[in-house]
Structures are given as structure tokens and as C-alpha cells.
């Protein structure tokens, strides 16, 4: 009576395993199953005959590769950012690598005396941008760098600037 209730219930956990579509063997033998989950909208399944589960060329296709921006307008972008007094984005951009603080306030804190940057991109060779920058302090005062932002996937990583 024991063995023939553990057989039923086996029996009636594969068959609505295989109904709901929720695994299948991959090949007679093979030991592997393949998870599959009820698409609406898909074609029935000529080898499973029902429409709940995918077929395997159903999936999903990888995106193709997106090129990273382009260095000089990670840069521009940066201090469009911080020019604007959106310090989240420009942490994003590259404030989080410390190139101007140890911390979200201490790199916010770092602007306190700063209008604008005026950024002059002079060359990019790789990921590396060369340029000038003009900063207007908040008392109308000017100073202006020289150097370079070392860019990689579309954040500022790395800075080299020094006054002019």
C-alpha cells in the first residue's frame, strides 16, 4: 500500500511537472532538463504540444554589443553635470573615483566655491582627454588647469590636472 501511494505521487508530480511545462529532458538519457516558463502570444511547441512552454529558440537574443561613449563626451557631459549642479549624475560620471573628494559631500562640498568650468577638449587620444579648464569662482575670480581625464565605459576613472 506504502510503495503503491509513493509511485502515485511520483507519476502524478511528473506528469504536471511535463503539463505545466516546467521541465522537459533535454535528450533521452541525458540527465539534464531544461526550465521552461508559459510564454502568451508563442507558437505551440511541435515537440511538447502545448503552448505553455518555449521552444529553445524561443529565448531571449542577446543585445548586440553597445560601444562605449566616446571619452570626450563623458568629459563635457561631466561637467555639463556639475555646471548644472546635477552632483548625482557627475558623481555617477566619475565623482565616485575620488577625483574630486573622499565622499558624495566632500565632492559636492568641493564645487561650494565654483560657478562654472568652461572645458576646452584639446585632444583624446584613447581613452585619455586632454584639455584646459577655466573655472569662474563664485567671486568672479578665474583659475585655469591643464591636464588629462582617463576615461573607461563611459566613467571619468582616472584625473591628472594641475593649475596652468
Known sequence: MRVSL??????????????????????????????????????????????????SDARPQASPMQSPPDPADVVQTYFSAVNEGDYIAAWALGGKQRIAGNTFDAFVQSFNTTNTYEV????????????E?????????????????????GVIVAADIRPK
Request: hydrophobic letters at 40%; charged letters at 15%.
Open 6 to 55: 509513493v509511485v502515485a505521487l511520483v507519476v502524478a508530480l511528473t506528469g504536471a511537472g511535463a503539463f505545466f511545462g516546467l521541465a522537459r529532458a533535454n535528450s533521452p538519457g541525458s540527465g539534464t532538463a531544461t526550465v521552461s516558463t508559459p510564454v502568451a502570444g508563442r507558437a505551440v511547441s511541435p515537440s511538447l504540444g502545448h503552448p505553455w512552454t518555449q521552444a
Open 120 to 131: 576646452t577638449i584639446n585632444e583624446v587620444v584613447g581613452n585619455k582627454v586632454e584639455v
Open 133 to 153: 579648464l577655466d573655472q569662474l569662482l563664485t567671486d568672479e575670480t578665474h583659475r585655469h588647469f591643464t591636464g588629462t581625464f582617463t576615461v573607461e565605459d
